[in-house]
């Protein structure tokens, strides 16, 4: 157990809510289950309950309730003075049911299961609470205000936007003084063994300092996305949620379509990335070749990408500029009819507008990145799931956008995002590809538009 567990478990009997935030990897969720295990056995003989929900029921199916298993089997039962747990009649699946009460997992969108969570004794549990409502935490506080002897509480998760109840309970003291707010910087993980320096120094890298995803996974700091910034990070964390089911589901459904960005060939340089969709929503893992030779980059991927078409008949939407022309035109030569060039400078016609008909776009890129922002969102019908990635996180959250006085809209473009990022977007641009190329982009043709040179 690290110091800064340690201080808030030592808290738990003088402190009855304590909200927690901080980095990724700190051991938030193993410190709940440890606690979760504790109370049980501290006030099993009296009337208690320990309820425990998440953001997201699949936090508590595959985090939560798996680190309370974990934790049961280190407990030192002999100093405890009873037998372990019975696997059979009572640490079950997400419930610990002991002689007088019981642990459980519950759906935070669940208002009746909340009502019927009455005891002597309570210990609340809130992981991931950052996209936990308010309406929740005040039903909460409803269902506890009729008394008992004792309500211990404890909020925890990585910071999000500036906004919601987990943020209020951080930064309203004035209003929420009856909670004990404890940040756990980056230094304190670094020093606990919990976060590898040189990962946060990569992140820094990658993500940049001021961006918001490095301020709430690395920092541990509240931020939103840029206010001139494509995608929210909101937006991209829930469809990784998404993905996260997807993938818990063990069925893959039918491949529909697949982006390929070409990386320079060269050592020190971009990667080669293939992203494919399934069922026109379910983004896969990415697959990332390396290759160090352009001739041969050019003909090995012309080869991945003949036998993609050639096993699931589907289009192909690929990056024409620099060497992934050459595996454009190898394609072609074989008479590969369903590889698509995609040319992120091409004009788009006027008519090819946004969701509200205000805005036009600049080229295809900006098409390219709008209609991909619209596909995530949590309310459009069909909003698709993403892969867990840093990298990829970290470039659909970075690219900036502006809109004329002509309401055209323009994404900044890809050798500015080089300069600022010092790195491209080869892991995001394959997946945008895929996702709206079959809406946006041009089908298969024997040519191909080449910046300066025109139709080829």
């Known amino acids: ?262 990386g320079t060939g060269t050592p020190g340089n971009d990667d080669s990335t293939i992203a494919k969709v399934y069922d026109n929503i379910h983004v896969a893992d990415l697959e990332v070749e390396k290759f160090y030779n352009p001739d041969t980059a050019m003909m090995q991927m012309a080869g991945k990408i003949k036998g993609i078409i050639d096993a699931y008949g589907v289009y192909v939407f690929l990056d024409t500029i620099g060497i992934g022309l050459g595996t454009y035109h190898r394609l072609i030569e074989q008479g590969i009819k369903k590889v698509v060039a995609f040319v992120a400078s091409r004009k788009v016609p006027p008519s090819l507008k946004d969701r509200t008909k205000q805005y036009k776009f600049a080229n295809l890129r900006a098409a390219a990145w709008w209609a991909f922002r619209e596909r995530l969102d949590p309310e459009s019908k069909g909003a698709i799931s993403l892969p867990r990635n840093d990298l990829l996180i970290g470039e659909l959250t970075a690219p900036k956008f502006v809109i004329k006085s002509d309401a055209v809209l323009q994404v900044e473009s890809k050798q500015d995002l080089r300069k600022r990022l010092g790195r491209s977007t080869d892991h995001a641009d394959p997946v945008i590809q895929a996702v709206v190329g079959p809406e946006i982009a041009r089908p298969a043709k024997t040519s191909v538009y080449v910046v300066g040179q025109g139709e080829l």
Request: charged share 25%; net charge negative; hydrophobic share 40%.
């Open 1 to 262: 157990m690290t110091s800064y567990q340690a201080q808030i478990a030592g808290d738990f009997n003088v402190v009855d809510r304590q909200t927690v935030r901080g980095p990724r990897t700190l051991g938030k969720t193993g410190l709940a289950a440890i606690l979760i295990n504790l109370f049980g056995l501290l006030y099993d003989g009296e009337d208690w309950k320990a309820p425990t929900t998440a953001s997201h029921w699949r936090q508590l199916e595959k985090f939560l309730w798996p680190e309370v298993h974990k934790w049961a089997k280190r407990i030192k039962w002999d100093k405890v003075g009873r037998d372990p747990y019975d696997p059979r009649l009572e640490l079950q699946g997400r419930t610990l049911k002991l002689h007088t009460g019981q642990a459980f997992a519950m759906a935070s969108d669940n208002s009746e299961t909340m009502e019927g969570a009455h005891a002597d004794y309570i210990f609340i549990v809130f992981d991931e609470s950052k996209l936990i409502s308010a309406e929740t935490f005040d039903r909460m506080e409803g269902t506890i205000a009729g008394g008992g002897i004792m309500t211990k509480w404890l909020s925890i998760s990585t910071p999000g936007a500036p906004m919601g109840r987990f943020y209020e309970l951080h930064k309203r003291r004035d209003v929420f003084d009856n909670w004990r707010a404890v940040h756990v910087t980056r230094e304190d993980a670094i020093a606990a063994g919990r976060m590898d320096k040189e990962w946060a120094e990569r992140m820094f890298r990658q993500w940049g300092e001021q961006s918001a995803l490095y301020q709430n996974h690395v920092l541990g700091e509240f931020a939103a996305t840029d206010e001139d910034g494509i995608i929210p990070l909101a937006w991209v964390e829930l469809a990784m949620e998404r993905g996260d089911q997807w993938r818990d589901r063990g069925i893959m459904g039918e491949l529909t379509s697949v982006g390929v960005d070409m």
